[in-house]
């Protein structure tokens, strides 16, 4: 019998001391960056990754450089996706530095 998909739903954002935060829905496979991209079509989304670097203020990349990454990413409000219908699906570190991950939705036409 095939699994039932839940449309994943926004939540309310709980960042952690650090800032970082991840929605429940977000399969867990001990490693978050290495999510396929496909899951996130199979599973009804679009999605849209904002990186801080590109879109943090300048200052909080510096100290978040200085500090080699074991620093508090909490300042930054990631810039929402152009159209409507986003929801931050998880804020986490990776190599490159913290980023958000935007999700909405797929319209059908």
């Known amino acids: 019998m095939p699994e039932e998909k839940q449309l ?8 952690d001391e650090y800032g970082f935060w991840t929605h ?6 001990g490693d978050e960056c290495a999510l396929p991209l496909s899951w996130f079509g199979d599973n009804g989304l679009e999605y849209c990754v904002i990186e801080m670097e590109n879109d943090g203020p300048e200052e909080l990349n510096a100290e978040w450089l200085d500090a080699g990454g074991d620093y508090d990413c909490t300042p930054w409000q990631p810039s929402k996706p152009a159209g409507d219908g986003w929801f ?12 958000c991950v935007w999700v909405r939705h797929k319209v059908t036409p």
């Open 24 to 29: 429940p829905a977000w399969p867990d496979d």
């Open 8 to 15: 994943i739903q926004p939540l309310q954002v709980e960042r």
């Open 88 to 99: 931050t699906f998880s804020i986490h570190d990776t190599e490159d530095g913290p980023i």
